[in-house]
C-alpha cells in the first residue's frame, strides 16, 4: 500500500518529466543564424528544469526552467557550420535536432511573384528551363527551405509556424520559391555559407496582410483598427456551421451575404437620387467632365471612393446603323458594373467573376434599341476596395455593329462623371476573395492576417533579413503604401530586435495586362505614349523613392525582366541573382556594385537637360549596344516627348525637337517596353524615375 501511494506521489513528477519539445521553427534540417544572439527555445512541463546541449561542444550546457506557460528558451550565438545535434533534456525526457546548420537565414515574403515556383503544373506557374534546372542541379545540403503553409488568423498572432524544413534537392527544388533558389543559391556560391529561406507568401495579397495591427496603431488607421474588431465581432455572433461544403457554393452564399450588406451601407437618399442617372434625358452638364490620354485609365483613381459612382458619354449612331445589332465594348471596368444604352440596361459583371477587375467588357444592343442620331452610354461601377475607375487600352473603347464588328465608333471622348454614394469601407475590406470557400474572418487578404498567421511565428527565430516581391495588388494606391511600407519595415525591427533588420524588394516587372493565353499585339510598345499614366508607371517610382527613407533596404529592378501579357513573368534567375548581390552590400561587406544607376540631379543648358547619377559604377551603358530608349523630356506645359539621349561620361544628356526649355525628365515611364536598355557597364539595370515627385513624396 505505502509503495503504491509513494507511486502516486511522484506520479505528476513523472510526467513533467516525460515532457520537452522544440518549437515548431526548430526541425531536423533546419539552418540556424550565425554571429548573432539567437534564441532556441520549446515547451516542457511549467517549472521544469531544462539543459541544451550541442555536438560541436560538449563543454557548452546552456539551462533554462520552463516558465508558468511551460515555454523554455535559451540564448547561444554560433559561428557557420554544422552539421549539429542540438539535444534539450528535462529529467529523463530527450528530444533531439538533427543535421542542423548554421548560416545565413532570410525571410522569402510578398506575393504571388515570390510565391511562384521554379517548377509548377501549369505553364504559366514555373521559371524558364525551371526542370532542367532542378534536374541537373546536385543535392545542395548546404541550402535549406522552409515553405510556412498557407494560413490565415485574423484574431491571434500564432506562436508556432506550419511547414517543414526541408534539404534542397533536385526534387525539393521544384517547389521552391524561384526568388528563393536562386537567391539562396547566389549567397552561398559567394559566401561559402550554409543559407536558409524561410517562405513566407500568398499569391494576390496585399501589403495590409503582411503588417501587424501594432503598425496600423502606428499609423493612427483607426479604420483598419475598426474593420478588423469588425470581423471578429461579427464572426463571433454568426453561424457558419450551416453554409454548404461545397467550396463553389459556399463562396456564392458568402458573397450574396456581403454584397447586400455592402450596397445596403449606402445612404438612401443618395440611392434614391441617382435613380434617374441612367436615362438619355437626364441633364449631366454639370458633372465632372473626364478626358482620356493614350488610354481610359481610371478616370477617378486618385479620389476613388468606396462607393459608387456614375460614367455618362454619348455617341451618334449612324443613320444605317439604325435597327441593327450593336457591339458595345468597355474594355475593363474596376470594379464591377451595371451598363445602360439610352436608359436600359444591356450588361453587367458582378462580384463573382474571378478577376472581375480585369475583365474586359463587351456587352450586346438589341436591335430595337438602337437608333440613328445621339445615344447615351451609362454606367454604373461599385468600388468596395482601392482603385476605381474606367480602363484601357483605349482600342478597348468602341461601339461597332455585330454584322461589322471592324467598322467602329470610338468612345474615348466626352465622358462625364458623378459620384452617387459613398460604402461602408469596413464592409468593403471584407470581400470574401474570388475563388476561395472561406468565411470572412478567414480572408487572408485582411490587414494582419497574414502576418498573424505565417510571419510572427518566426519571431522567435533569428535571421538576417527579408526579400520581399509585393506590390502588384497594390498599384494605385502609392501614397498609402509609401507610409505602409516604412511602418511595415520599422515594426520588423521591433518584431526582431534588430536595428540592422535587412529588407530587400523587387521593384514590379514590365506588364501591360494579364491574358498569358491570350496575347496581344507583341509589339505593341512601339506606339508607347510618354505622357501615359498608369499605376504601374506610378508604383514603381514610389519603390524607389522607399530606398532613401528605409535604412538597410535594397532593390532588384525588374523591369527589364517582364512579360507584356503575363503578371508572372518566368525569368526569376537573373532577380534571384540581383536581390543576393544587394544582400551582400547591405550584410556582408562586399564594395562593389550592386545595382544599376539611380537618378541623382540634373541641369538644364540651353535646350539639353543634363541627368546625374549614383551607382554609375564602371560607367553608363547601353545595355544592349542600341541607342538608348525611353527617355522623354517635358517643358514648362508638363507634356512630354520622347527624347534623344547620348551618355556623355558619367551623365545623359537629353534633347528633343518639340521642347526648346526642358523642365523635367523621365526614364521608363511605360507599362511594358522593349527599349529599357540603360544601365551600367557592371550589367545592371536603370530604375526608372522621374526627375520630380509628388507632394506625398517629398
Given at each position: 500500500?505505502?509503495?503504491?501511494?509513494?507511486?502516486?506521489?511522484?506520479?505528476?513528477?513523472?510526467?513533467?518529466?516525460?515532457?520537452?519539445?522544440?518549437?515548431?521553427?526548430?526541425?531536423?534540417?533546419?539552418?540556424?543564424?550565425?554571429?548573432?544572439?539567437?534564441?532556441?527555445?520549446?515547451?516542457?512541463?511549467?517549472?521544469?528544469?531544462?539543459?541544451?546541449?550541442?555536438?560541436?561542444?560538449?563543454?557548452?550546457?546552456?539551462?533554462?526552467?520552463?516558465?508558468?506557460?511551460?515555454?523554455?528558451?535559451?540564448?547561444?550565438?554560433?559561428?557557420?557550420?554544422?552539421?549539429?545535434?542540438?539535444?534539450?533534456?528535462?529529467?529523463?525526457?530527450?528530444?533531439?535536432?538533427?543535421?542542423?546548420?548554421?548560416?545565413?537565414?532570410?525571410?522569402?515574403?510578398?506575393?504571388?511573384?515570390?510565391?511562384?515556383?521554379?517548377?509548377?503544373?501549369?505553364?504559366?506557374?514555373?521559371?524558364?528551363?525551371?526542370?532542367?534546372?532542378?534536374?541537373?542541379?546536385?543535392?545542395?545540403?548546404?541550402?535549406?527551405?522552409?515553405?510556412?503553409?498557407?494560413?490565415?488568423?485574423?484574431?491571434?498572432?500564432?506562436?508556432?509556424?506550419?511547414?517543414?524544413?526541408?534539404?534542397?534537392?533536385?526534387?525539393?527544388?521544384?517547389?521552391?520559391?524561384?526568388?528563393?533558389?536562386?537567391?539562396?543559391?547566389?549567397?552561398?556560391?559567394?559566401?561559402?555559407?550554409?543559407?536558409?529561406?524561410?517562405?513566407?507568401?500568398?499569391?494576390?495579397?496585399?501589403?495590409?496582410?503582411?503588417?501587424?495591427?501594432?503598425?496600423?496603431?502606428n499609423l493612427g488607421r483607426e479604420d483598419v483598427l475598426l474593420m478588423i474588431d469588425t470581423i471578429i465581432a461579427d464572426?463571433?455572433?454568426?453561424?457558419?456551421?450551416?453554409?454548404?461544403?461545397?467550396?463553389?457554393?459556399?463562396?456564392?452564399?458568402?458573397?450574396?451575404?456581403?454584397?447586400?450588406?455592402?450596397?445596403?451601407?449606402?445612404?438612401?437618399?443618395?440611392?434614391?437620387?441617382?435613380?434617374?442617372?441612367?436615362?438619355?434625358?437626364?441633364?449631366?452638364?454639370?458633372?465632372?467632365?473626364?478626358?482620356?490620354?493614350?488610354?481610359?485609365?481610371?478616370?477617378?483613381?486618385?479620389?476613388?471612393?468606396?462607393?459608387?459612382?456614375?460614367?455618362?458619354?454619348?455617341?451618334?449612331?449612324?443613320?444605317?446603323?439604325?435597327?441593327?445589332?450593336?457591339?458595345?465594348?468597355?474594355?475593363?471596368?474596376?470594379?464591377?458594373?451595371?451598363?445602360?444604352?439610352?436608359?436600359?440596361?444591356?450588361?453587367?459583371?458582378?462580384?463573382?467573376?474571378?478577376?472581375?477587375?480585369?475583365?474586359?467588357?463587351?456587352?450586346?444592343?438589341?436591335?430595337?434599341?438602337?437608333?440613328?442620331?445621339?445615344?447615351?452610354?451609362?454606367?454604373?461601377?461599385?468600388?468596395?476596395?482601392?482603385?476605381?475607375?474606367?480602363?484601357?487600352?483605349?482600342?478597348?473603347?468602341?461601339?461597332?455593329?455585330?454584322?461589322?464588328?471592324?467598322?467602329?465608333?470610338?468612345?474615348?471622348?466626352?465622358?462625364?462623371?458623378?459620384?452617387?454614394?459613398?460604402?461602408?469601407?469596413?464592409?468593403?475590406?471584407?470581400?470574401?476573395?474570388?475563388?476561395?470557400?472561406?468565411?470572412?474572418?478567414?480572408?487572408?487578404?485582411?490587414?494582419?492576417?497574414?502576418?498573424?498567421?505565417?510571419?510572427?511565428?518566426?519571431?522567435?527565430?533569428?535571421?538576417?533579413?527579408?526579400?520581399?516581391?509585393?506590390?502588384?495588388?497594390?498599384?494605385?494606391?502609392?501614397?498609402?503604401?509609401?507610409?505602409?511600407?516604412?511602418?511595415?519595415?520599422?515594426?520588423?525591427?521591433?518584431?526582431?530586435?534588430?536595428?540592422?533588420?535587412?529588407?530587400?524588394?523587387?521593384?514590379?516587372?514590365?506588364?501591360?495586362?494579364?491574358?498569358?493565353?491570350?496575347?496581344?499585339?507583341e509589339d505593341f510598345w512601339k506606339d508607347n505614349d510618354p505622357n501615359r499614366d498608369h499605376p504601374w508607371i506610378r508604383?514603381?517610382?514610389?519603390?524607389?523613392?522607399?530606398?532613401?527613407?528605409?535604412?538597410?533596404?535594397?532593390?532588384?529592378?525588374?523591369?527589364?525582366?517582364?512579360?507584356?501579357?503575363?503578371?508572372?513573368?518566368?525569368?526569376?534567375?537573373?532577380?534571384?541573382?540581383?536581390?543576393?548581390?544587394?544582400?551582400?552590400?547591405?550584410?556582408?561587406?562586399?564594395?562593389?556594385?550592386?545595382?544599376?544607376?539611380?537618378?541623382?540631379?540634373?541641369?538644364?543648358?540651353?535646350?539639353?537637360?543634363?541627368?546625374?547619377?549614383?551607382?554609375?559604377?564602371?560607367?553608363?551603358?547601353?545595355?544592349?549596344?542600341?541607342?538608348?530608349?525611353?527617355?522623354?523630356?517635358?517643358?514648362?506645359?508638363?507634356?512630354?516627348?520622347?527624347?534623344?539621349?547620348?551618355?556623355?561620361?558619367?551623365?545623359?544628356?537629353?534633347?528633343a525637337p518639340e521642347v526648346a526649355e526642358p523642365v523635367e525628365a523621365s526614364y521608363g515611364a511605360v507599362t511594358y517596353?522593349?527599349?529599357?536598355?540603360?544601365?551600367?557597364?557592371?550589367?545592371?539595370?536603370?530604375?526608372?524615375?522621374?526627375?520630380?515627385?509628388?507632394?506625398?513624396?517629398?
Amino acid at each position: 500500500m505505502k509503495r503504491f501511494l509513494s507511486i502516486l506521489l511522484a506520479l505528476p513528477m513523472l510526467l513533467a518529466a516525460a515532457e520537452i519539445s522544440f518549437h515548431r521553427n526548430f526541425q531536423d534540417h533546419a539552418v540556424l543564424q550565425r554571429d548573432r544572439a539567437i534564441e532556441i527555445s520549446g515547451l516542457a512541463s511549467p517549472g521544469a528544469d531544462v539543459s541544451v546541449t550541442f555536438s560541436d561542444d560538449s563543454a557548452r550546457v546552456l539551462s533554462a526552467v520552463a516558465d508558468a506557460d511551460g515555454e523554455w528558451k535559451v540564448e547561444v550565438v554560433l559561428p557557420a557550420g554544422g552539421p549539429l545535434e542540438i539535444t534539450a533534456k528535462s529529467g529523463d525526457a530527450v528530444a533531439v535536432l538533427h543535421d542542423i546548420l548554421v548560416g545565413e537565414v532570410w525571410i522569402c515574403s510578398g506575393q504571388s511573384n515570390m510565391q511562384q515556383p521554379v517548377w509548377g503544373a501549369s505553364p504559366y506557374w514555373r521559371v524558364i528551363d525551371g526542370d532542367y534546372i532542378a534536374s541537373q542541379m546536385p543535392t545542395m545540403p548546404h541550402i535549406r527551405h522552409f515553405r510556412t503553409n498557407l494560413s490565415t488568423s485574423l484574431e491571434v498572432e500564432q506562436d508556432e509556424p506550419n511547414g517543414a524544413w526541408e534539404v534542397l534537392t533536385p526534387e525539393s527544388a521544384l517547389h521552391t520559391s524561384a526568388i528563393g533558389y536562386f537567391f539562396a543559391r547566389q549567397l552561398y556560391r559567394d559566401l561559402q555559407v550554409p543559407i536558409g529561406i524561410i517562405e513566407a507568401n500568398w499569391g494576390g495579397m496585399p501589403i495590409r496582410s503582411f503588417m501587424s495591427r501594432q503598425s496600423f496603431t502606428n499609423l493612427g488607421r483607426e479604420d483598419v483598427l475598426l474593420m478588423i474588431d469588425t470581423i471578429i465581432a461579427d464572426a463571433k455572433g454568426t453561424d457558419y456551421a450551416n453554409l454548404p461544403k461545397d467550396g463553389q457554393k459556399r463562396m456564392e452564399m458568402l458573397l450574396k451575404t456581403w454584397e447586400k450588406k455592402l450596397m445596403d451601407s449606402e445612404a438612401e437618399e443618395d440611392r434614391l437620387a441617382a435613380a434617374d442617372w441612367m436615362k438619355p434625358e437626364l441633364d449631366d452638364s454639370a458633372w465632372e467632365s473626364l478626358s482620356a490620354s493614350v488610354e481610359a485609365t481610371a478616370f477617378y483613381r486618385d479620389k476613388a471612393p468606396i462607393g459608387v459612382e456614375w460614367f455618362r458619354t454619348t455617341v451618334e449612331i449612324p443613320e444605317e446603323w439604325a435597327g441593327e445589332e450593336l457591339l458595345l465594348s468597355l474594355g475593363a471596368i474596376d470594379e464591377v458594373d451595371t451598363t445602360y444604352f439610352n436608359g436600359v440596361q444591356v450588361g453587367s459583371l458582378g462580384f463573382e467573376v474571378p478577376n472581375f477587375w480585369e475583365v474586359p467588357r463587351k456587352y450586346t444592343v438589341p436591335a430595337e434599341l438602337v437608333k440613328a442620331g445621339r445615344a447615351v452610354i451609362a454606367i454604373r461601377e461599385v468600388n468596395s476596395a482601392g482603385a476605381s475607375g474606367l480602363f484601357g487600352p483605349l482600342d478597348d473603347w468602341y461601339v461597332a455593329r455585330t454584322s461589322a464588328p471592324d467598322t467602329r465608333i470610338p468612345l474615348t471622348n466626352g465622358w462625364r462623371h458623378r459620384i452617387e454614394g459613398k460604402l461602408s469601407k469596413e464592409i468593403g475590406l471584407a470581400r470574401p476573395a474570388s475563388g476561395a470557400a472561406t468565411t470572412p474572418i478567414e480572408q487572408p487578404s485582411l490587414a494582419t492576417t497574414l502576418f498573424n498567421s505565417m510571419v510572427a511565428p518566426w519571431r522567435r527565430y533569428g535571421v538576417r533579413g527579408e526579400i520581399w516581391y509585393q506590390g502588384e495588388s497594390d498599384c494605385g494606391r502609392e501614397p498609402e503604401y509609401y507610409t505602409f511600407q516604412q511602418e511595415m519595415v520599422a515594426d520588423r525591427c521591433k518584431q526582431w530586435n534588430y536595428d540592422d533588420y535587412a529588407f530587400l524588394w523587387c521593384q514590379i516587372s514590365g506588364f501591360e495586362r494579364h491574358a498569358p493565353a491570350d496575347r496581344g499585339a507583341e509589339d505593341f510598345w512601339k506606339d508607347n505614349d510618354p505622357n501615359r499614366d498608369h499605376p504601374w508607371i506610378r508604383f514603381r517610382n514610389m519603390q524607389c523613392a522607399l530606398l532613401k527613407v528605409i535604412p538597410n533596404s535594397g532593390m532588384a529592378v525588374t523591369i527589364d525582366h517582364g512579360d507584356a501579357y503575363d503578371i508572372h513573368p518566368h525569368r526569376k534567375e537573373e532577380v534571384g541573382f540581383r536581390l543576393a548581390k544587394e544582400a551582400e552590400r547591405i550584410c556582408y561587406g562586399y564594395q562593389g556594385i550592386t545595382a544599376g544607376p539611380y537618378y541623382k540631379s540634373h541641369e538644364v543648358v540651353g535646350n539639353k537637360m543634363i541627368l546625374h547619377f549614383d551607382n554609375v559604377g564602371a560607367g553608363l551603358a547601353s545595355l544592349d549596344g542600341e541607342p538608348l530608349g525611353c527617355f522623354a523630356i517635358a517643358g514648362a506645359d508638363g507634356k512630354y516627348y520622347w527624347a534623344d539621349a547620348s551618355i556623355e561620361g558619367d551623365t545623359v544628356v537629353l534633347t528633343a525637337p518639340e521642347v526648346a526649355e526642358p523642365v523635367e525628365a523621365s526614364y521608363g515611364a511605360v507599362t511594358y517596353d522593349e527599349r529599357l536598355n540603360f544601365g551600367n557597364a557592371n550589367g545592371f539595370p536603370a530604375s526608372p524615375f522621374f526627375t520630380t515627385k509628388p507632394d506625398w513624396m517629398k
